[in-house]
């Protein structure tokens, strides 16, 4: 079963009413993927479904949060890395490494642009279905 760290944009995606995106939730679901969280990627999360320009409600953000706790594995990473452009997207990584995820669903341009983190594909949503279906 493939490990994955999902960033903050693909979640906002599945509520947004994304087909893709929502393909990996349901793969998710069923079990045939495993999500993998770290504190930090969880409350990043939960301050971007809190934005006012989503207009998601607290019931919305309470159903996604909760699928991650139920459904994901929450790692503690012990390395620290300072590798990307932006460096709010390290703790996508960090959490990968630690994670020991097979792969990184992102939308998130500078992430991309990376390809690969110690072995580890960064890859859209799309990608990541056309790899493993």
């Known amino acids: 079963m493939p490990r994955i760290v999902i960033d903050a944009n693909v979640f906002v995606s599945v509520v947004l009413g994304g ?6 939730c349901e793969l998710l679901i069923s079990g045939d993927l495993k ?5 930090s990627l969880f409350d990043e999360l939960k301050f971007v479904l809190s934005r006012k320009e989503f ?9 996604i949060l909760t699928f ?3 459904n994901g594995e929450l790692v503690f990473p012990a390395e620290k890395v300072s590798v990307c ?6 703790p996508i990584l960090e959490c ?5 995820a097979d792969f990184i669903v992102t939308g998130d ?3 991309l642009t990376l390809k690969s983190f110690r072995k580890i594909p960064i ?9 493993i279906l």
């Open 68 to 70: 991650i706790e139920t």
């Open 85 to 90: 452009r932006d460096p709010k997207d390290n």
């Open 96 to 100: 990968a490494v630690s994670g020991k």
């Open 19 to 24: 087909q893709i995106t929502g393909k990996i």
């Open 55 to 63: 207009e998601f409600n607290q019931p919305q953000i309470d159903r």
């Open 109 to 111: 341009k500078d992430l």
């Open 35 to 39: 999500l993998v969280y770290s504190r």
């Open 123 to 131: 890859v859209t949503p799309r990608k990541f279905l056309e790899i």
